[in-house]
């Protein structure tokens, strides 16, 4: 019997902590992009909350969009008060969230990320998004996503 990776356990653990009340979904591929999630679990694209690490001149920030959006940084940058957003390298996003590029959780990083959430998710019932690795993902609502993580709502495109 083949275990689990230590950061889908991590994840486990930090969700059981905080209460969640989604189910955990180990994948038998990986699901690193919202279209190859989606299609695994027969859900909308847009059902994916995309968890996007950017780098605000070298702090981190945690976008959580639909997986149907992409996200305007001039416009994101200005509603959330900083200067630019630049896409994080793998490095920085390992840095700061403690897991890889397709596997990046809303939660359970080393330390606290200001997050930010797109409004445009509220109309679906169920949302996915990744548990720390490019195979897992779990299921929340977006009122659960927005509680657990602390995450300021925004608009995001």
Do not use: K
């Not at 027969?42 to 968890?51: D, E, M, P, T, Y």
Request: with cysteine; aromatic share 6%; net charge negative.
């Amino acid at each position: 019997m083949a275990t689990e990776h230590a950061s889908i356990t991590a994840f486990r653990d930090e969700h059981a902590r905080r209460n969640g009340t989604g189910e955990v979904v180990v994948l038998p591929d990986s699901a690193h992009t919202a279209a190859l999630a989606a299609a695994a679990l027969g859900c909308v694209v847009g059902a994916i909350a995309n968890s996007l690490l950017f780098d605000a001149d070298g702090e981190p920030v945690l976008v959580l969009t639909s997986g149907a959006h992409r996200v305007d940084v001039d416009a994101t940058a200005a509603r959330i008060g900083v200067p630019r957003l630049v896409r994080a390298t793998p490095d920085f996003v390992r840095r700061h969230t403690g897991q890889v590029i397709g596997g990046v959780s809303p939660l359970g990083h080393p330390a606290p990320v200001p997050t930010f959430v797109d409004t445009w998710m509220r109309r679906h019932d169920t949302l996915w998004a990744a548990a720390g690795h490019p195979s897992a993902v779990y299921s929340t609502t977006y009122e659960e996503l927005v509680a657990m993580t602390g995450a300021r709502e925004i608009e995001v495109d």
